[in-house]
């Protein structure tokens, strides 16, 4: 598929998605500030493994110049590159737009000025969805649910971005929808949910099962936001690396569409009370929490309806309770660089 740049390619993401790729034979450009904690591990980890193939700039998706040079020439590009915290989003709202929106708008400027055509594949969020306080609950004793919605939240649901970030986000996820319909550039937006896996430094803004796990193994208190029963479906890094692939080897059949993904209603977890019992057996003891405040635009439930997507014949493979295991297994062998 020629030469792939990935903006945001030392991230979590980013960087499981370049392992594939130049694994699998490909170019790949790496775009990124390495602000995010673990970001230059995970560089030096694709470095170590990689002499060939790979190339790294180090740039910022604000400043278009550098954006401008590393989306020329590419005939691919997946932009990942974010702010992507709500709670930092609010608290700096401006530095928030200008990574996301305004960053995103640098890429895909430049792509249509790079005359090359390259596919965009943006990676966008269920935070576009908002609080969905419409949508009808029922709580049972360890979890929120849908009352009337069984394959879960699917595309035609209506946009409410809620949170700055999911204003950013929710721009970007507009503007690339959009790159496709004005500039015939072949652009796919992927709506995603929680994504877990290996080289995921989570933190408590992002990221949270990660998280979870790395207070554990280091002895830190968890805070719990809410009542512990806000249900997400919860997809393992391979199972979206699929996805991608799957674009990236017929671009035709998915650009100008737009796909939620995540593990679908197969794939969900209440985020402590229904996860506390998995990773308590992995720890071998007792876990402490706190409680406080539910946080500005969190989802009592979301749950991905990936009926779309799954038309490609993809569908996810590895479950919560396997993944948060291999989740953990990673953490332990990592836990001095976290
Ligand atoms: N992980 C998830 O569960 C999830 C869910 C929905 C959407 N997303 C989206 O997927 C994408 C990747 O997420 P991730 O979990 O890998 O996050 P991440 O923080 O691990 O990766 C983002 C990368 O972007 C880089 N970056 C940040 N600001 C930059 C800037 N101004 N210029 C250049 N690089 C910059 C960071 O250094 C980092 O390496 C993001 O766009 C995020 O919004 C992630």
Aim: hydrophobic content about 40%.
């Amino acid at each position: 598929m020629g030469k792939i740049l990935i903006t945001g390619g030392a991230g979590f993401i980013g960087s499981n998605y370049a392992e594939r790729l130049l694994s699998n034979g490909h170019q790949v450009t790496l775009f990124d500030n390495l602000s995010r904690k673990g970001s230059v591990q995970n560089l030096e980890w694709l470095q170590g493994k990689y002499s060939s193939g790979i190339k790294f700039v180090q740039g910022d998706v604000r400043h278009f110049e550098d954006v401008k040079e590393a989306v020329y020439k590419q005939d691919v590009v997946f932009h990942f590159a974010a702010q992507v915290a709500v709670t930092s989003s609010v608290v700096n709202p401006r530095e928030d737009f200008e990574i996301n929106a305004l960053g995103t708008l640098n890429v895909l400027e430049a792509a249509r000025l790079s005359s090359n055509n390259p596919l965009i594949v943006y990676a966008s969020t269920n935070k576009v969805y908002g609080a969905m306080d419409d949508v009808s609950l029922v709580e049972t004793a360890t979890r929120w649910q849908y009352k009337e919605l069984p394959l879960g939240i699917s595309e035609q649901n209506h946009l409410d971005f809620h949170s700055p970030y999911g204003c950013s986000k929710g721009a970007g996820d507009q503007y690339v929808r959009d790159y496709s319909r004005i500039y015939s550039i072949p652009t796919v937006v992927f709506r995603q949910s929680c994504i877990y896996g290996v080289r995921q430094y989570g933190i408590e803004d992002q990221g949270w099962l990660a998280h979870f796990i790395i207070s554990i193994l280091k002895d830190s208190k968890i805070k719990i936001y809410g009542d512990g029963k806000q249900v997400r479906d919860i997809l393992w890094i391979d199972d979206l690396l699929d996805a991608y692939d799957i674009v990236l080897e017929s671009p035709n059949n998915f650009a100008g569409q737009v796909f939620n993904i995540g593990g679908g209603v197969d794939f969900t977890v209440s985020i402590w009370n229904e996860i506390e019992p998995i990773i308590k057996d992995l720890a071998g003891k007792d876990l402490s929490i706190q409680y406080d405040d539910w946080r500005p635009g969190d989802q009592k439930v979301y749950i991905s309806d990936i009926t779309a997507f799954s038309r490609s014949g993809w569908s996810p493979k590895v479950d919560p309770v396997t993944g948060t295991k291999l989740l953990w297994e990673w953490i332990s062998d990592h836990i001095h660089l976290l």
